[in-house]
């Protein structure tokens, strides 16, 4: 089925890198760094681990879709740094790394000790990447947040769903997910900066912030004096037809852009007495009557199968979609053609794969994907690598201050937590 | 206001780009690399330039707000490179740079000769991001897309909205402006690797991966036989109450992410009754009574105003935020300390301002912007950097085969064009 080229390797290999992450900004962050061909250490706290390890359902043979999706090609220390000898050794990490993510409550590490003088102290070169939920300054510096509220906060909500209907919110984490690819781009910014100065950064990013890039056109449309925008589900402000149409089984997604469009749509349809009906023969007019042009386009559509009114508007070249569920994207043809999708090898997740970072570089995916690692699974080793020897590791694991692997499929029965 | 410090200078000062691309896609690429201090030169049809300036309403004094929100730090150079004379200027100028973003239709710069062979061999060091709508393989390869179709493509427009409601698209760019971040950090890691091979690179981006990476946490759920999602408008499918409530004058947004802040947030509301209704005391059954739950908890929250809501609910550690309209966003208090938008001396927009660059490198953001130029505003200098003589450059601008700057304030009158 995927005869794309194997991976080549990340240019990221010499670079190390420390998530003291939770959820989905920080690990995403790293993982796109992971991809790239770092190498990462997830600190995770000893018995629990990552927040997301306990937020199921959704599972996959008992283990978090979402802790899954967001930590592979990474090394798992289980570490309690609230203890001074875990602090000795997160300190230890930091010194021999180049990269520091984390993403807990604001001031959370800082009122351990690791403030970012003192991280830049222990490594001078390091690029430490701090990620809160509004930002370093400000009346709400110190609050913590979560994409959704954040949506809410940043006006996203307010653009989302139908206008007659409730509010809505984007139902995946754009603002989480996206603060991660700000930061892995952070990153590789700052590295560039490294080779010419010699010194590390202390880089800093918010949910508010990546919220404000994604409403940026419409925030900026606001301040040149154009009014705020309301909800148009589907649709689009500036064009009628744009947007989901119901069919006799489902709803199809149409876009007739300009004059002819709308014209061929008419037509392959049997609607031509649509196409300079009242008021419906410009867009200009449309626009105005969107909500006439929609519900008369509406019962047209409702007459045909989703199938059929696919395949009269491919055939009149009338831009559509089908309005995939995620059972059909994943079965989808196109969508395999392009291998978005690799099967990972996992201890004890049957049928494992992933969602490939979205680029290929001479066709090739950059990252050859390793199973997200049981909590704990590489402390031994790590801390091994660092200097400590064999009875030392013992020692820490035996009075809790680090969490050995577990056998294989004994992980921490999930708990229900705040997804959010 | 803003006491943040002034920008650095950004790595990237060193390197050249050469962007044909319209809409939002590429241009928010190459936007990106110029907030980080690239050069970027934007190759954009004569007379009309990219579909973006036409988009409008809405509109700056003038100018398409999309256009402004996406084309800063970048000079402009009209071209009509169908032209042969025109080709030759594109060949040198890629002869000349690091970078080539474009995201024209499929296949079309191959078609005027420019394959992925062609450019590597007129630069083996030239790093080629080609961005498309459904990647490079596959059945649907060749088709254009546009964000909204491809939101239905890929599920998300599936599971945006309320499930009583029409199916909703998230209603900025996700697909156009994430591909815009993926390649930026494409060029990132080609650049990386470049530097150790000394050649550059294809890179291959489609608006149909970037939709992918965002579903990718639904999406592996249902790998995993969690069923098909609904659609939850504001709502979590694993927490209730959380979203969007209904006040007596707007909404707010409230988390209960657990049973503690589900008792804590009943008390702030003198709703005392609820807390431990029948099945409403644990988290676990108020998922299973979702439309109880929010039915019960919107009776009282629309007993309120929603500052008297934010209020309580602050005051009782209940996660919660207004539900801000762009307006508002714009004004907030947060939203101002942290200097997210800076001005932007513009020649003939007034007030004209932009959204940073969502990271600050010691607490500054990465660049200092310019305007985003008129139309061949740059047509001239980069010619003459390139190695035309003056008589040249007047010779192919006689002709039509370059644009030169009209006069400020003489931009082409906003046409009506496909938003998509």
Redesign the interface.
Known sequence: MN??PTPGR???SDVRVVEIGTSVAAPMATQ?LGD?GAEVVKVERVGRGDDSRS???????GQS??Y???NRNKRSLALDFKDPRGMGVLEELIRRSDVLVQNLRPGALAALGLTPERIAELNPRLIYCELTG????????GQ?A?D???????????????D???????????LD???G??????V??????RE?TGSG??????L???A???????????????G??S?????????VP???F?TSDG???I?A??DDTWARLCSALDAEHLRSADGFAT??ERVQQRTEVVAALSAVTRGFSSEEVLKRLTENKV????????????A???????G??TPVEHPS?R?F???????????AY?SAPTAPPALGADSADVLTEIGLAPNQVTELADSGVVGLAEPAGADAPIR?????
């Open positions: 005869a794309l990340g240019s990221l796109i790239f937020w199921a359902p959704p599972d996959w043979d879709v979402t899954l999706a967001l509004f930002g370093p300054t400000g009346p709400r510096s913590p979560y959704p509220l954040l949506q809410a906060y940043s006006g996203i909500v307010s653009i989302t769903g139908d007659g209907g409730e509010p809505a919110r984007v139902p995946v984490s754009i997910i996206g603060t690819m700000w930061t892995a781009l952070a590789f910014e700052a590295l560039r900066r010419r950064t202390h880089v800093e990013l918010s508010l912030q990546t404000l890039t994604w409403v940026s056109m419409p925030l900026l449309a606001v301040a040149a004096g154009n705020v925008p909800r148009l589900g589907s649709g689009l402000a500036g064009v744009y947007g989901a119901p709803h199809v997604f876009s852009g300009n867009n200009r831009p559509c979609s089908p309005v995939h569920t995620l059972d059909q994207v994943l989808d043809e196109q969508v395999r053609a392009i978005a999708l997740v049928n794969q992933v969602v490939n970072l979205p680029m290929t570089f001479e066709g950059p229900k937590g705040d997804p959010a």
